[in-house]
């Protein structure tokens, strides 16, 4: 059974939603609290979810689904205009075309961080990135070379 990408975002809001009402329900001076409060804010900052300006537990209660999906390398891919549609950009991923930093990520729903958004791109060894031509390319180059050797007899 194949899980749909809102329920997988719901899942992951709920979660934070969660752990953010648990820790406001605690005192401020709570040592849990803090501690936890704080990674958890670190955590949905360094994801891109909450901006600088939101370090507050409140903030993380007002997270939709959309924060999330947004911050998917496939949307992501998408958006940077590397794929022709969010479709096409689930296969180029699937297919390990797309390169997050140095790392090939053929996981779709790859949650990406600020600091390595602006290092999405194609997998060197990829057609798309300057690999050697795909299949489909070869055998053109192949019969166009032919064609070209019969013309010159």
Do not use: M
């Not at 507050?56 to 007002?62: I, Q, V």
């Amino acid at each position: 059974q194949l899980a749909c990408p809102l329920d997988l975002g719901c899942h992951s809001v709920t979660k934070v939603r969660n752990a953010a009402r648990n820790l406001l329900t605690l005192d401020e001076k709570d040592p849990k609290r803090i501690l936890e409060g704080s990674a958890l804010l670190r955590r949905l900052t360094r994801l891109g979810l909450l901006d600088e300006s939101k370090l507050r537990l409140d903030y993380c209660l007002s997270l939709t689904v959309e924060d999330f999906l947004q911050r998917r390398l496939q949307t992501l891919v998408f958006k940077r205009g590397l794929a022709k549609s969010i479709h096409h950009a689930r296969v180029l991923i699937r297919q390990g075309h797309i390169r997050v930093g140095k790392q090939i990520v053929d996981v779709p729903s790859f949650l990406v961080r600020v600091e390595s958004e602006k290092h999405i791109d194609f997998a060197p060894n990829s057609p798309f990135g300057g690999g050697k031509p795909g299949r489909v390319a070869r055998r053109k180059a192949k019969s166009g070379s032919k064609a070209a050797a019969e013309d010159e007899e």
